[in-house]
Structure formats: structure tokens, C-alpha cells
């Protein structure tokens, strides 16, 4: 019990990294929210209308009040709004979640199913072809980048 307590409490500060680094490799990605939502509706957009919707979105903030304000709310539950969609991001996090689950599990199934056969096939001609050819495919299976995958 002790032990698992301290590994929990050992993953809050990962969690913040994890959580901290995401945040700012989105504002290092370079592109502008708001500017691209304003540009994709294909009217002419003031600098004031820029820094109106900036302020109203709380991005006219310093880096680390805007992610201490968003990882606030996020222990609130509150994920807000979409800037793309303009939906509630829990609500829409929430509906893809089965389709997920049920991927992750498939996932895995099928993993075992396919994974333990072959490996007691390898154990068993040890040295041999079949040994050779399984791992030979494994390899190159799990080095193959996923855009190249022949499943999509």
C-alpha cells in the first residue's frame, strides 16, 4: 500500500511536465489561433478584432498565466471550448471515447492472439526457419513507420 501511494505521488510531477511541455511546444508550434480562425473566414480582419478575440480567449496573456489558468480549470473539469469546432472539449472527448476504447482493446486482442502463437512457433523451431522468418518480419514490422502501414 505504502509503495503504491509513493508511486503516485511520484507521478504528479511527471504529469505536470508532461502536461507543462505539451502546453508549450502547442505555443512554440508558431501558428496563431486566432488569426487563423479569422483568415479562414475569408473577411478582412482589424488588428483591433485580432486583439479583441485575443483578450476574450485569454491569449493576450504571458505563457505561463495562460497555462496556470488552463491547468486550473482542467483539475476543475473544465477542458473549454474548442477553437476550431466550438464545442465543449470534454463533451466531444467524451464521444469518441468508446470508439477509442474499443480500438485499444481490439488492439491488444488481436496483439495476443497473433503474438503468442508466433512466439511459441519461434520457441519451439529455435535456430530455424520459421525462427529466422518470424523474427525476421517482426523486425520490420515494428521498424516501419505507421504512414507506410499496409492496414489503412
Not at 1 to 12: H, W
Not at 30 to 38: A, F, L, N, R
Not at 58 to 63: R, V
Amino acid at each position: 500500500m505504502r509503495y503504491s501511494i509513493k508511486r503516485i505521488l511520484q507521478l504528479i510531477p511527471i504529469l505536470f511536465a508532461i502536461t507543462f511541455l505539451s502546453y508549450a511546444m502547442m505555443r512554440l508550434a508558431g501558428s496563431d489561433v486566432v488569426e487563423q480562425k479569422m483568415l479562414n473566414t475569408g473577411q478582412v480582419v482589424s488588428e483591433a478584432q485580432l486583439q479583441a478575440a485575443k483578450a476574450e480567449l485569454g491569449l493576450d496573456k504571458p505563457f505561463l498565466v495562460q497555462y496556470f489558468v488552463w491547468l486550473g480549470n482542467l483539475l476543475q473539469g473544465d477542458m473549454g471550448i474548442s477553437y476550431v469546432s466550438g464545442k465543449d472539449v470534454f463533451e466531444t472527448f467524451i464521444s469518441k471515447l468508446p470508439a477509442t476504447l474499443f480500438l485499444t482493446v481490439t488492439s491488444i486482442l488481436l496483439t495476443i492472439i497473433i503474438s503468442i502463437p508466433l512466439g511459441i512457433i519461434s520457441a519451439v523451431y529455435k535456430n530455424k526457419i520459421w525462427d529466422y522468418l518470424i523474427r525476421f518480419v517482426s523486425f520490420v514490422g515494428n521498424s516501419m513507420p505507421n504512414f507506410l502501414s499496409l492496414w489503412y
